[in-house]
């Protein structure tokens, strides 16, 4: 069963009916240890970072993610669930994060384009879990902050005005800024891969 993280901040239902629509059982779990039982587990998130950490912790799953990704359970975050996943954020200020991964979001430099980054945009991808090496999908995004990239976890990037890290994979857990969801046939095909997973390799 996948577990869809419910801590009052994400795109909940878009994600179960994704899953749902490729014949995987996803339910929203807003209880540590219903969120337990769960074989892989999706962190969603939009909003602001300092608040939906402040959440996460109120409601006990930031332990069920770090539990997760510690005991090798195949673990994905979207959008701000991929932001939170960081050691540090600069939105707003300074704010601390999961740790899963090295490095701070920060806002994206502006270059004449309009912020919040929405719309669709195209991939240059690694080979990892989501897609094939030097496939470019097409999918969509809604952000004005961007993780950094790191060449040891870094599987997709981005340009938009600047190169940013689109999407990271270390062992267990991956995470994308963009919305598979909402990413139509290529999207739907990353939640499929990541169902299928067993959460190591490629």
Known sequence: MIGIIDYGMGNLR????????????????GSPQDSRK???????????FRDAMDRLKKTGMDQ?????????????????????????SEENGHWKGLGLFPG???????????IPHMGWNTLDTRKSILYE????PYVYF?????????????????????????SVQRGNICATQFHPEKSGREGLNMLRRFA?????GC
């Open 196 to 200: 299928l997973w067993e959460g190591s």
């Open 14 to 29: 878009s994600v179960q009916k994704a899953f749902a629509y490729l014949g995987f059982d996803a339910e929203i779990l």
């Open 142 to 166: 809604v952000h004005s902050y961007c993780a950094p990239e790191i060449s040891e976890y870094t599987i997709a990037s981005c340009s938009y005005g600047q190169t940013f890290t689109a």
């Open 38 to 48: 769960a074989d892989h587990l999706v962190l969603p998130g939009v909003g602001a």
């Open 64 to 88: 069920v993610v770090l539990e997760a990704a510690e005991q090798g359970k195949p673990v994905l975050g979207i959008c701000l669930g991929m932001q939170m996943m960081f050691e540090w």
């Open 104 to 114: 701070t979001i920060c806002r994206l430099e502006n270059h004449g384009l309009k």
């Open 133 to 136: 090496e030097g496939t470019h």
